[in-house]
């Protein structure tokens, strides 16, 4: 037994090895060449100096747990290879650099001059961690709400259905026609739309202004009350029976409702872990369509379904790419279309697109208070790419991006205003 940790919490984080030994894993662990240019991508580095910050670190401490313990020389010989033992200090370094310490914004990754994939070494770092039961209390309390209650903000279904209720009359209000509606739980739409549980907690207007695009492009579609929550936290947990369970709820949802394309909201995590990442964990392939609300609503605009007045953004704005949207999910050119056809003033951030910083709230940042002072410390470089475009308004497709990017408007002082894509679309529509 190992000082502070027991010999069974041991042997469940050395089991991720046995469990991913695959060409994958091998490679990403054995290439790395310390040419340092990741350091360079890394918004902890660059905003720190400090160099156990540099994501080849954290290639390194990955790679010495496996040489200890799969390898002979590790075995034989740790000192001479730099195998390290899985030991408390070990963890507590592994807890500080792999949570606290990164947001797997995968922009090192595109930076790698022999192409490490070094979001998902991070990543098994963190799984290794969750076998051990050593996930950050604030991240797991996270993964343990939507389990527990079908979305991360723990909002019990008659509240949620209040909020509704009042969206949809005010909605009505706003547009003065009986088809202006918030629909629940109704079968046979051709949409189920999905909801970050932050906005009915607090930006219902987010609600509302897609409720606004669906009215005005006439679309079939509804809301769950039993899974409409889009996030999955325990993709960042790096606990995959946890994300398979959140992510089989929604799509057995979808089944129950017998809806034909389920849309992810403005979520860059959500879109991944569920998107691009469930049909693996989940071993199997969806037999109905998955698209985001930003393909959706260029579609609607290509369509012709909506019209956007060109007049109504007067001010200048920005766009900032999540990262597992963008970077990882390569939804890129479609939020560029979308602000090209009405916004008169944009402007690109630099860098931008698949090069863009992250806002530094990924990887689950926001939901870890333990390193709430580093998570706005290294947002600094994100604050001055917004202001040397000189923007008033900061458009993002994420209200995880929103959250970080309003929580970097006050404490820089800023004077922006953050929007989501739905949002500042709904503000230019034009209704019949």
């Known amino acids: 037994m190992t000082e502070g940790l027991t010999s069974e919490q041991i042997d469940k984080g050395l089991e991720v090895f046995q469990g991913l030994a695959d060409s994958k894993l091998l490679t990403n662990l054995n290439s790395c060449v310390h040419c340092g240019l990741c350091a360079e991508s890394c918004i902890y580095y660059l905003t720190t100096g400090d160099p156990r910050l540099i994501p080849a670190r954290k290639v390194d401490l990955v790679a010495s747990l496996y040489k200890r313990y799969n390898t002979f020389t590790g075995r034989m010989m740790p000192g001479l290879t730099g195998a390290r033992n899985l030991d408390s200090k070990t963890v507590d370094e592994m807890t500080d650099l792999l949570f606290g310490a990164c947001t797997m914004c995968g922009r090192c990754t595109s930076h790698c001059s022999v192409g490490i994939d070094i979001a998902y070494l991070v990543k098994t770092g963190r799984t290794m961690l969750s076998n051990m ?12 709400a939507a389990l527990e209650t079908g979305n991360n903000m723990g909002i019990p279904e008659d509240e949620f259905l209040s909020t ?4 949809e009359e005010e909605l009505a209000d706003d547009l003065q026609h009986p088809d202006a509606r918030i629909p629940v739980n109704e079968t046979g739409k051709n949409v189920l739309y999905t909801l970050n549980p932050r906005e009915p907690k607090f930006f219902p ?10 009215f005005a492009a006439g679309e079939s579609w509804t809301l769950s009350t039993k899974m409409y929550d889009v996030t999955n936290y325990a993709y960042f ?17 979808i089944d129950h409702l017998k809806t034909q394309t389920l849309v ?3 979520c860059g995590h959500g879109s991944r872990a569920f998107r691009w990442e469930a049909p693996n964990y989940l071993k199997q392939c969806f037999p109905f369509r998955v698209m985001t609300s930003v393909e959706l609503i260029a579609g609607y605009l290509r369509e ?14 920005t766009l900032h790419d999540p990262c597992n949207l963008v970077r ?6 479609e939020q560029r279309y ?6 008169k003033d944009f402007v690109e951030m630099d860098p931008a697109g698949t090069d863009n910083y992250c806002c530094g709230g990924g990887g689950g940042q926001l939901a870890m208070s333990e390193y709430n002072v580093r998570r706005i410390k290294i947002a600094g470089i994100k604050a001055e790419q917004i202001r040397k475009t000189g923007a008033g308004i900061v458009v993002t497709p994420c209200h995880n991006c929103v959250d970080q990017l309003s929580q970097i408007n006050f404490h820089y002082k800023m004077g922006i205003q953050v929007k989501t894509l739905a949002e500042i679309v709904a503000d230019a529509l034009i209704l019949d």
């Open 133 to 144: 039961g050593l996930v950050p209390a604030s991240l797991q309390s996270t993964v343990n």
């Open 164 to 167: 509704l209720q009042w969206m």
């Open 205 to 214: 207007l987010s609600i509302s202004a897609m409720a606004k695009i669906f």
């Open 237 to 253: 947990s790096g606990n995959q029976q946890e994300a398979s369970v959140i992510a089989k709820r929604l799509s057995d949802e």
């Open 264 to 266: 992810l909201a403005e």
């Open 304 to 317: 012709g379904r909506i019209r956007l007045d060109p007049a109504k953004i007067k001010e200048r704005v």
């Open 328 to 333: 990882n999910g390569g939804v890129i050119l």
């Open 338 to 343: 979308i602000l090209h056809q009405f916004v």
